[in-house]
């Protein structure tokens, strides 16, 4: 009933309004008026009718709003008469044309007019459902991470596709994180996005994700997607807890290569999958993160003369690295001499010697006489339990060493301070030396940016190179001191850096000279007597006589700082051959302890109570060595 009359207002307001008439509004408009009895009167676009498919006012308001072009709540249809009438015209249902309301529904669907989602906005605004149907759930996805492989990145992203819904259309989705491969998510729509980003998830290899999907009839698939299992680990894995080799710790061998192996190593999620290594002088490098191997052996390249270690690191099969590395060593290598030659020193630095530097390298440019050096220890020196503190003098070298007088002395100073000891055993402080203005070398190129930080990013000198360094105008008047870090390369030679300065000529002078040792080292130089120079400027040359490597030089123009200064009392120095040779070490006297290739001398002193915030150590040696031809 309400269909039969319901459709002839929908016509004759909608035939009116093709013609451009109206009852009401001249010349065209949407009202229908009754004009025989009076009793509707209603406007097709605004009539607040009661919803349903038993209404006649909805019937017609329907009718009209998949006519016209005006777009009102889910109407965005404007499909002119021509499908309409097609539908009325042409559709039969058994035997008959359109009765009701929902017959039009089926007859627009059959005659192919689709719109079905616009159609179902629009039948819904009026009050009658025609989506029972749940939609698809999603086809396929994509994300982050993969099935069954193992991540260290706790959060998932995940993306899908191929939800569908023949009617209404999709509206969204309900989705889980959990542990169970069957989860059904409830009817909560949690997005309407196709993508989304797991909370961050506990380590486990059993996670999935559910996803389920709802229409705008708020009609919910009854099943779901499952997605997983995905592997989560962020724990990193152990490293090796034990190892052997084909050399002593703390021995001395010809053999130049070293075979390691180790064992120990776990995971107890993704498990190890490899190991990163390294073969350095220093004892607590780290290995980056590349894996050098899966097996759990090696043997290292050929290495040259000195103190080496073997640092171990291991990644598990979800690419976490243990943050530190278990370090082996020192293995002491001594195949006969390859430059940068002399005897080394060892700190104890609380668990093992820690090779630090070569010692009486003046020698090397001098010859004939003992020496005597002073050395800044660049490595850590610790207490032993005796509270003593150890220094350890091995030789790796083609080389005799002789060795007269030794000292270690403690310097205790402010935190902010910074101490070092120059060439002819002045020590001296520094706080924060200046970069040069310039630093042009022979080549007339600037090479400031090498000398201006310890980076790493060195300037390397030859015999007979220099570079002309200009400080500008910097006030020095409570002092001026040159501090520079200073190496070897691999092949070094025995000779000196000129440190220089111009006279009145414009001639350069030289004022002092600096040996780099074998491994990095900080060297400083008081130029308060020869700064300004004689022209007034802030100007100092460095000539090289060999190659030396350069990684940084400042001009330090803070005052002298207090310091403490306070020798260490001899306790021992026993020698790994020749026993007890303490007395041979306590003075100046020209009585020696020797050291041949493989052999060492373990030291001992007594130091004072600290007293100051920090605290330096500097070495005293004095001796010679000659290489060994026979």
């Not at 009765?99 to 192919?112: C, K, M, Q, S, V």
């Not at 083609?398 to 060439?423: C, G, M, T």
């Not at 090498?450 to 400080?471: Q, T, V």
């Not at 007594?606 to 031809?629: D, F, K, W």
């Amino acid at each position: 009933m309400a269909f039969s009359e319901g459709w002839p207002t929908f016509w004759g307001v909608a035939a009116n309004f093709e013609m451009g008439y109206g009852d009401t509004l001249y010349p065209q408009d949407t009202w229908y008026r009754d004009h025989v009895d009076q009793i509707i009167n209603h406007d097709l676009e605004t009539d607040p009718h009661a919803p349903g498919d038993d209404v006649e006012g909805a019937i017609a308001c329907l009718l009209w709003d998949i006519y016209d072009f005006h777009s009102d709540g889910r109407d965005s249809l404007g499909a002119t008469m021509i499908p309409i009438w097609d539908v009325f015209r042409n559709y039969l249902t058994g035997g008959h044309h359109v009765y009701d309301i929902h017959e039009f529904w089926d007859g627009w669907l059959a005659r192919g007019w689709d719109f079905a989602q616009l159609i179902w906005g629009i039948y819904l605004d009026h009050g009658i459902q025609k989506d029972f149907t749940p939609p698809s759930n999603p086809t396929g996805w994509s994300g982050s991470h993969s099935v069954s492989v193992w991540s260290n990145d706790n959060t998932i992203y995940i993306y899908w596709w191929g939800a569908s819904d023949d009617i209404s259309g999709v509206h969204g989705y309900s989705f889980v994180w959990d542990t169970s491969s069957t989860t059904l998510p409830d009817t909560t729509m949690d997005t309407i996005s196709i993508s989304t980003i797991s909370p961050p998830l506990a380590d486990g290899n059993s996670w999935y994700f559910h996803i389920r999907t709802v229409d705008y009839a708020d009609n919910w698939n009854l099943g779901a997607l499952h997605v997983g299992p995905f592997y989560i680990d962020t724990a990193p894995p152990s490293n090796p807890t034990g190892w052997s080799s084909s050399h002593t710790v703390g021995g001395t061998s010809s053999d130049n290569t070293i075979d390691m192996s180790w064992w120990g190593a776990s995971d107890s999620l993704s498990g190890v999958y490899g190991y990163s290594y390294a073969w350095t002088t220093s004892s607590s490098t780290i290995p980056d993160t590349t894996v050098d191997t899966t097996g759990t052996s090696t043997t290292s390249p050929p290495l040259s003369n000195g103190g080496w270690y073997f640092h171990i690191r291991t990644r598990d099969n979800a690419g976490n690295w243990n943050p530190n590395a278990l370090h082996i060593g020192p293995f002491y290598i001594s195949t006969g001499g390859d430059g940068g030659g002399c005897p080394y020193v060892s700190t104890w630095d609380g668990d093992k010697y820690v090779l630090d530097n070569n010692l009486l390298a003046t020698f090397e440019s001098l010859g004939g006489a003992d020496v005597t050096d002073y050395y800044l220890l660049q490595q850590m020196l610790a207490q032993r339990e005796d509270g003593s503190y150890s220094l350890l003098l091995s030789e790796f070298e083609n080389e005799h060493d002789f060795f007269d007088h030794v000292q270690l002395i403690a310097v205790d100073h402010v935190s902010d301070v910074n101490v070092a000891v120059s060439p002819c055993g002045e020590i001296l402080t520094y706080t924060n030396p200046s970069p040069t203005v310039s630093a042009i070398d022979d080549n007339h190129r600037n090479v400031k940016r090498l000398l201006s930080s310890i980076d790493g990013n060195y300037y390397e000198g030859y015999n007979g190179s220099y570079i002309d360094l200009n400080f500008g105008d910097l006030d020095v008047s409570q002092g001026a001191k040159l501090v520079m870090r200073a190496d070897l390369p691999p092949e070094a030679e025995k000779w000196s850096i000129h440190i220089q300065v111009q006279d009145s000529q414009s001639s350069w002078n030289t004022v002092a000279t600096v040996i780099p040792r074998v491994y990095w080292s900080t060297e400083i130089i008081n130029m308060t007597k020869h700064l300004p120079d004689a022209k007034g400027n802030l100007k100092v040359r460095l000539y090289f006589t060999a190659n030396y490597k350069i990684d940084f030089v400042g001009l330090d123009t803070s005052p002298q700082a207090t310091i403490l200064v306070q020798e260490g009392e001899f306790v021992s120095a026993i020698h790994s051959v020749g026993g007890d040779v303490t007395t041979k070490l306590l003075y100046s006297d020209e009585i020696y302890a020797g050291l041949v290739p493989g052999e060492n001398i373990q030291l001992a002193f007594a130091l004072p109570e600290q007293t100051m915030e920090a605290r330096t150590y500097i070495i005293t040696v004095e001796g010679h060595y000659y290489t060994i031809t026979a």
